[in-house]
Nanobody, 115 residues
Framework: QVHLVESGGGLVQAGGSLRLSCAAS????????MGWYRQAPGKQRELVAT???????NYADSVKGRFTISRDNGKNTVYLQMNSLKPEDTAVYYC?????????WGQGTQVTVSS
């Protein structure tokens, strides 16, 4: 079993920064990818960024150049550094762990960007 706990969300003004953390526990294998997704009100959940154990990263076009995903395998933690935040980044952000097609989700953390 895998348990994911996100933290670091909050309210920030446009142009500001936040750093999200996701602590994973349970049967975590560093070779499996982890990532961040988000869901805004009335919209579908969408990919924000993913990272493999080898630090290969993938970003949604909307966050490239502003967000950075990183991973500390020793702590089983994945981070999302979010800079130059925009009101359209407002959403619940979810951590994700993919174990050979079996996907685990955290409970989500709210990020609100005011204009």
């Amino acid at each position: 079993q895998v348990h994911l706990v996100e933290s670091g969300g909050g309210l920030v003004q446009a142009g500001g920064s936040l750093r999200l953390s996701c602590a994973a526990s349970g049967s975590i294998y560093r070779n499996n990818p982890m990532g961040w997704y988000r869901q805004a009100p009335g919209k579908q959940r969408e990919l924000v960024a993913t990272i493999t154990s080898g630090a290969y990263t993938n970003y949604a076009d909307s966050v490239k150049g502003r967000f950075t995903i990183s991973r500390d395998n020793g702590k089983n933690t994945v981070y999302l550094q979010m800079n130059s935040l925009k009101p359209e980044d407002t959403a619940v952000y979810y951590c994700n762990y993919n174990a050979y097609g079996l996907v685990y989700w955290g409970q989500g953390t709210q990020v609100t960007v005011s204009s």
